[in-house]
């Protein structure tokens, strides 16, 4: 990777990293639905009509995997890698085919630890948009930063 | 599916249901981390062992999507599918290659909409355990249930 990476000192509250882009398209949810969310409408256009979505959509999953990918390649750019303990995940509408989504990341919090002092955690919030401009995922998680000084 | 379809009227508070169970290799792990989440610690035996992880170790976006298909074919059975709004989700233990996950779904809570008179939502803990009996995955979400009335 390229990108300069970052130690726990160098998050502020309040940062704004604007990410990348992907497309997705039918091809792509229906691939990741057989292997990982095999339901009808994740898997196929016209047995998705009858159901809740009304149509083909992106597993949930699906949506999480690739704003992890958009993430990795063009977020927060965190030494020693992007490490999530968890955190919180909604999704408000439905990813669909033909769709690009894009990633804005804010730092919601900064906390060294109080037991290693090698590292600490930022909480960051990543929020995924479609081409309209809606949002079809905010994830609030919180990452593990090294210390600069470790 | 063969499995009987609930709907929101069947879920009671402390209902468990025991899932099934699937193995993960180190080929899986490679595959679903190119993919999503390429990082060198899901990526490759020899660039794990210097990092955080201190080997190969599953994404936690390929332990929902694994816990997901678990949920489809041995979770809790929801008439029109497994729909989820959201969730919390925390990785206690990175999930390693040659372990074999298992899946268990408890019934937290039951709501009838308040405007919706046809659907409600159910919140569920599903619980991804490793071969050791260790917690690799904690997921806490609403799902849409349909009334039985509907």
Known sequence: MTKPMRHLEDFAVGD???G???T???AMIKEFAAKYD?????LDEAAAEATFFKGLAASGWHTAALTMRLIVESGVAVSGGVIGAGGTINWPKALRPGETIRLES???EVRPSKSRP??????????TYDSTGDVVQV?????V???RSA
Chains 1, 2 share one sequence.
């Open 20 to 22: 990348g882009s992907l």
């Open 106 to 108: 804010e730092i919601l």
């Open 24 to 26: 997705v398209d039918a």
């Open 118 to 127: 090698d590292r600490g955690m930022i909480k960051v919030r990543f929020t």
């Open 38 to 42: 095999p339901q009808p409408f994740h």
């Open 16 to 18: 704004v990293i604007k």
């Open 145 to 147: 930063a090294p210390r």
């Open 139 to 143: 994830l609030v998680a919180d990452l």
